[in-house]
């Protein structure tokens, strides 16, 4: 079973860029690698996803190096609304979902 | 497009007891996953149903099962319900069968267990 780990917290003040890293110690070649944000009371919400390499759309980029043993989700100029925890989420077949451990961003003014 | 939804939000059931919460997945999606989160162990994969088959299963006893129906309305059921099992409880879904694809999810329901 993957062991995805994650920090904690962090913070970050706002408009700087802020990277999220997600170490995942056994990932299989065809696991996708998912990122989620969720906020107090509310479900994830997706963010992006990816494979190898790099993946980008409008509100963020994943990296994914390729050992594949750690990803990072960069969110670009961050904003108060950005405040959230972040989940990582690696899965690669049957009884192979787990997500990460959360890291909760603090965006200061 | 609705959203993903799930009943009830909240309940306070005993020691003992069963429970069984329903999904609502989007219109046209037809995999629903169910997830637990406590402040303990974080976001924990119950299990995933596509086209009325579990197709994927966490490390969960027994106790906790789940079906779905052909019109890809999903329920998931507790029976023996213990202290530890209190949580919120989220479903998602999404268009495809793999976990691969974005989830939707739900607000989830905030089983308390007294």
């Known amino acids: 079973l993957a062991k995805t780990t994650q920090p904690i917290s962090m913070d970050s003040y706002e408009g700087q860029e802020v990277n999220i890293t997600c170490s995942h110690n056994n990932i299989a070649t065809n696991d996708y690698i998912t990122w989620y944000q969720q906020f107090p009371s509310q479900g994830p919400r997706f963010i992006i996803q990816?494979?190898?390499t790099k993946v980008t759309n409008e509100v963020a980029s994943l990296f994914i190096p390729a050992d594949r043993k750690s990803s990072t989700l960069s969110l670009p100029r961050v904003s108060l609304s950005d405040t959230a925890v972040y989940y990582c989420l690696v899965e690669g077949g049957y009884q192979k979902v787990t997500f990460g451990t959360g890291t909760k961003l603090q965006v200061i003014p | 497009k609705a959203g993903v939804t799930q009943t009830p939000r909240y309940l306070i059931k005993t020691r003992g007891q069963q429970v069984t919460l329903s999904c609502s997945p989007i219109?046209?999606?037809?995999?629903v996953s169910w997830y637990q989160q406590t402040p303990g162990q974080g976001l924990q994969f119950l299990f995933e149903?596509?086209?009325?088959?579990?197709?994927n299963k966490g490390n969960f006893p027994g106790r906790f099962s789940g079906r779905q129906f052909s019109n890809s309305r999903s329920e998931m059921n507790v029976s023996t319900l213990e202290l530890g099992d209190s949580a919120l409880y989220l479903c998602?879904?999404?268009?495809?069968?793999?976990?691969?694809?974005?989830?939707?999810f739900g607000p989830g329901t905030r089983l308390t267990v007294t």
């Open positions: 998602a879904s999404s268009v495809g069968t793999s976990l691969s694809y974005e989830q939707y």
């Open positions: 149903y596509f086209s009325e088959t579990q197709r």
């Open positions: 219109s046209g999606h037809r995999s």
């Open positions: 990816g494979y190898k």
